[in-house]
């Protein structure tokens, strides 16, 4: 059983930071990527930012210069800076993970239960 649990979210004003953790614990042999999604109200959920597991990170045009992910692979953990947040950041953010377990040889998506970020104008 793999679990991934966020923790950071809340409300901040226009302008401001918040800083989004994520950690992957259970039978985990092997990750792949970790990636933070989001979905607002009304709205499909979508890739903010990826982290592979060879180093490379991929944002999502709209926070480009002002999200930054980190991944800790030692602790199975990622992370996600918001700087310069807009109330259009707000929304429900999802850490997601695919990975393998000791008992399967198949890679598997993982997903939290989301932590929401509310940013007031």
């Known amino acids: 059983q793999v679990q991934l649990v966020e923790s950071g979210g809340g409300l901040v004003q226009a302008g401001g930071s918040l800083r989004l953790s994520c950690a992957a614990s259970?039978?985990?042999?092997?990750?792949?990527?970790m990636s933070w999604f989001r979905q607002a109200p009304g709205n499909q959920r979508e890739l903010v930012a990826t982290?592979?597991?060879?180093?490379?990170?991929i944002y999502a045009d709209s926070v480009k210069g002002r999200f930054t992910i980190s991944r800790d692979n030692a602790k199975n953990t990622v992370s996600l800076q918001m700087n310069s947040l807009k109330p259009e950041d707000t929304a429900h953010y999802y850490c997601?993970?695919?990975?393998?377990?000791?008992?399967?040889?198949?890679?598997?998506?993982?997903w939290g239960q989301g932590t929401l970020v509310t940013v007031s104008s």
């Open positions: 997601n993970a695919v990975l393998k377990t000791y008992d399967s040889n198949r890679w598997a998506e993982v």
């Open positions: 259970g039978n985990i042999h092997r990750i792949n990527t």
């Open positions: 982290f592979s597991s060879g180093g490379m990170t």
